[in-house]
């Protein structure tokens, strides 16, 4: 496809329960990005893949938040034991590389995920 | 630390009305910094950016002027129209060259009435 595509668009989970979160960045792209977006604030960086290796993971709220990146393509977003507070719509983003247009970023529609 | 603060919304205008969407931010250092727009249904998408002091970024009739002494960078467009209703958010990365981190304001909503 021709952009960033992030499935599924909406998880409904209960508290407690594993979640993947997919992303397909553009091709060809680099660089990916998870973002986390809750009501009525901004996109808040969770980590940053360089190819397959995760270059920053600080957004990394705690360690039930995991992601991979296995071919340096597609990469998913591992939520364990999900908390109510972490109902939020997540954000994947790619760009060509680290160096070109920086800040230009290619973001998915998002998944929306609800912890009741 | 960086930080960025944009104003609340939503701001409400007519169609042909001049729109400003002020934010300030917070950074050591020389960030750069970029205005994002997010349609309704559709992702975020870069509107325009700015990399250094009193640069200029414009794109669809909106622009922002990078402002090192007030620490701003305020969104204006002249003649807002109906399609530009949407939330906008601005965002900085720390370090000029490096997109590894872009922080984002809260978002203002603009709503545009004919």
């Known amino acids: 496809g021709a952009g960033v595509s992030q499935t599924p668009s909406n998880k409904v989970t209960e508290k407690g329960k594993y979640v993947e979160l997919r992303c397909d960045p553009i091709s060809g792209h680099t660089a990916l990005y998870w973002y986390r977006q809750s009501l009525g604030q901004g996109p808040e960086f969770l980590i940053y893949?360089?190819?397959?290796?995760?270059?920053?993971d600080s957004g990394l709220p705690n360690d039930r938040f995991f992601a991979v990146r296995p071919e340096g393509s597609v990469s998913t977003l591992k939520i364990q034991r999900t908390e109510r507070g972490d109902s939020a719509v997540y954000l994947c983003?790619?760009?060509?590389?680290?160096?070109?247009?920086?800040?230009?970023?290619?973001f998915g529609e998002g998944s929306r995920l609800t912890v009741l | 630390g960086n930080s960025v603060t944009q104003m609340e919304g939503p701001v409400t205008l007519s169609e042909e009305a001049f729109l400003t969407i002020n934010c300030t931010y917070t950074a050591t250092g020389y960030p750069s910094l970029f205005w994002y727009v997010q349609y309704p249904g559709e992702g975020l998408q870069l509107l325009l950016k700015a990399t250094k002091a009193d640069d200029k970024g414009s794109n669809k009739g909106f622009e922002a002027t990078y402002r090192k002494e007030t620490t701003s960078f305020h969104l204006e467009k002249g003649s807002v129209q109906v399609s530009d209703s949407a939330v906008y958010f601005c965002a900085l990365s720390p370090r000029r060259d490096n997109t590894d981190k872009l922080i984002f304001g809260t978002g203002t909503r603009l709503q545009v009435f004919p």
């Open positions: 983003a790619s760009s060509p590389t680290r160096d070109n247009n920086p800040g230009e970023l290619f």
């Open positions: 893949f360089q190819g397959t290796g995760a270059a920053d």
